[in-house]
């Protein structure tokens, strides 16, 4: 990641801006950047419902010597916490095989959910197999990049949903360097107080590295994680740019809309932001 022009970089997760047979498409994630004047992109490198290896990116080095920040999100159903070893295992694999590819386009971080164990199950033993998740990356070199663990909308005994259960995950994994993304949306429907959210969250890990600004479509506290653009949801918006402007840290939007309406938010946001 080269300089960024804004103190606090602006971007829009985009489409992976490639064809089927790995050619990029339209210009890709950066020409997607320009036409919505955004600091920064956040990109799947595979289908995110997919076990399958990253390939190597055409636009690898373009995206590595860009100003514009490239965030990389990993695939939605990895989950390094379960107890079923046969789901958790390739999880790891998968993590590193996308950490390792997200490096080579110099991301500035893997953006990564906290998973789950099932509701029978202790989730400390959860907390330990994130703990070895680090530790077995450790002996092979560590992760090439930040991981940024994301905080979840639902779900019992998820790892992340949950400031106390952040709080238990951090003291296990904290040491091995693990950023932390607030997504705005998630916290509302997990029932945070989006008035204290980063100060609550900053006394537990101790840094906020990326910001998933989203509006909810649902009530607080409904555990339903359905994304709204920032000025249409149930979050009234101040809230959102208060959350964004005391993190202090780069922003990601999640927000359903066309190019032009994200060119929008950006630039409202940029304003409110000064
Ligand atoms: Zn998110």
Redesign the pocket.
């Known amino acids: 990641m080269a300089g960024h022009p804004f103190a606090h970089p602006i971007g829009v997760h985009v489409g992976p801006g490639l064809t089927d047979e790995n050619e990029l498409l339209g210009g890709g994630p950066l020409a997607t950047a320009a036409a919505m004047d955004a600091d920064g992109v956040q990109i799947f490198l595979t289908d995110p419902q997919s076990y399958a290896n990253p390939k190597p990116r055409p636009d690898a080095d373009d995206l590595r010597a860009s100003d514009v920040m490239v965030v990389v999100h990993a695939p939605y159903m990895l989950n390094v916490a379960t107890t079923n070893n046969r789901i958790r295992v390739p999880g790891r694999k998968l993590l590193a095989a996308h950490a390792k590819a997200a490096a080579e386009v110099g991301a500035y971080g893997l953006?990564v959910h906290g998973g789950h164990v099932l509701a029978a199950d202790d989730p400390a033993i959860g907390v330990d197999n994130w703990r070895k998740t680090f530790a077995y990356q450790e002996k092979d070199g560590g992760f090439p990049l930040p991981l940024l663990l994301?905080n979840t909308a639902g779900g019992g005994n998820a790892m992340t949903r949950d400031l106390d259960a952040i709080g238990r995950l951090w003291e296990a994994i904290g040491e091995h360097g693990a950023g932390f993304?607030l997504?705005t949306?998630?916290a509302w429907a997990a029932g945070w107080d989006l008035a204290t959210a980063v100060d609550d969250l900053r006394a537990i890990t101790g840094r906020i590295d990326l910001v998933?600004l989203?509006n909810s479509r649902d009530p607080h506290g409904s555990s339903r994680d359905r994304h709204a653009p920032l000025s249409e949801g149930e979050i009234p918006t101040e809230l959102l740019v208060e959350v964004a402007c005391s993190a202090d840290c780069p922003v990601i939007l999640?927000t359903p809309g066309d190019r032009p309406a994200h060119a929008e938010e950006i630039n409202m946001l940029r304003t409110a932001l000064g």
């Open positions: 953006v994301e993304v997504d949306c998630h998933h989203n999640e």
